[in-house]
């Protein structure tokens, strides 16, 4: 009874920390993306939206489902770690060496000349988050939320109030790169100085096999959601111009801010908890039913409110107001 108070406790802290993570970070984000919104056109949005779908396939690469499998397993040794950590830099490389290469096909293929040299920079934040990435599964293994939400609140401001200023400064499209890089780089850097984990001169076959077991599952899942998710994205990109595509993006990322904060922050609580008591059946089902509950006493009066002042809200953002366009934005409710 004492470990399931512990538990119960653990994970409502852990979901608080995950939740103002989440939520105050796109709330910051949201505030930066409508700044932005008025000093750059929706192109420069739809040509970075192009970009992205890359940058986001590549990535369930990098990862490969392996750092989940890290946080299932009860006790990840220094050689799970490293062996891990190396993998994901070696993809991070090799994938950015593919993307360096193929930038101006990308490009071609988009009718987009300004791509090859975004794809060119931006590509880099493969390799930098793939320094962060081991920091960041210790902190969700030991369920420390609150250190994630620090890093991830303060790199979403700085790197907002830094791409402001190169949108004030005439940088357009780049403001955007400017912002992506610079988040996904004080991110990793601060995961680096707070965990302050260090890799060993070590690469295990038998710690990647085992992990590797359990992470192509998730890795083959992944790489469906983000092939699904992204598959508009690259038929408005090629089809229609860019501007369409920043229409849509700008759109998509409006009508998701509030289902994904809730989504994510359960997420990233409820796995590392029930990994902990994986081996008890009785316990694991009773902890899942007690996330599910949480979850929806969350969900449920959020969504009901927005769904309140929908009209009002969309009102505020039409295209009397210079920003999107209200016929597209209201097809994604």
């Known amino acids: 009874m004492e470990k399931e108070k512990t538990l119960q406790k653990t994970t409502i802290h852990g979901m608080l920390w995950s939740f103002m993570d989440t939520a105050g970070t796109q709330v910051i984000q949201l505030i930066v993306h409508l700044i932005l919104a ?4 929706p192109k420069d949005f739809g040509i970075v939206g192009m970009v992205t779908i890359f940058i986001a396939l590549s990535s369930v690469f990098v990862d490969g489902g392996l750092t989940n499998g890290l946080i299932r397993e009860k006790e990840s040794t220094q050689e799970d770690y490293s062996t891990i950590f190396y993998f994901n830099l ?3 490389i ?9 930038a101006e096909y990308i490009s071609v293929f988009f009718e987009q000349p300004q ?4 794809i060119k920079v931006i590509g880099l934040i493969l390799i930098i988050n793939a320094f962060g990435l081991i920091q960041k599964t210790i902190l969700t293994k030991n369920i420390n939320f609150r250190t994630q939400m620090k890093i991830n609140v303060f790199s979403s401001i700085l790197s907002g109030v830094i791409a ?17 890089m610079a988040m996904q780089f004080i991110q990793a850097s601060l995961l680096c100085i707070s965990n302050r984990w260090f890799p060993s001169l070590v690469f295990s076959i038998s710690s990647f096999k085992r992990l590797f077991q359990f992470g192509w599952k998730l890795l083959l899942s992944n790489l469906i959601t983000q092939l699904y998710g992204n598959l508009y994205s690259f ?13 849509y993006s700008n759109a998509v990322k409006f009508s998701d801010t509030a289902a994904y904060s809730l989504s994510v922050s359960v997420e990233k609580v409820s796995f590392p908890v029930l990994s902990s008591i994986q081996d008890d059946t009785a316990r694991l089902k009773r902890g899942y039913k007690k996330i599910i ?4 006493y969350l969900s449920f009066p959020i969504m009901l409110g927005l769904a309140a002042i929908a009209e009002p809200f969309y009102e505020l953002f039409s295209v009397k107001h210079g920003f999107l366009p209200f016929h597209i934005f209201n097809c994604f409710v």
């Open 293 to 296: 509950k949480n979850a929806a």
């Open 94 to 102: 090799i994938l950015y060496i593919l993307l360096f290469a193929s």
């Open 38 to 41: 008025r000093l750059l056109t």
């Open 164 to 180: 402001i200023v190169c949108a004030i400064s005439g940088w357009g499209v780049w403001s955007l790169v400017v912002r992506t």
């Open 235 to 247: 038929i408005i990109g090629k089809s229609f111009s860019a501007t369409t595509l920043g229409y």
């Open 90 to 92: 070696s993809m991070a």
């Open 115 to 118: 791509l090859v040299n975004i």
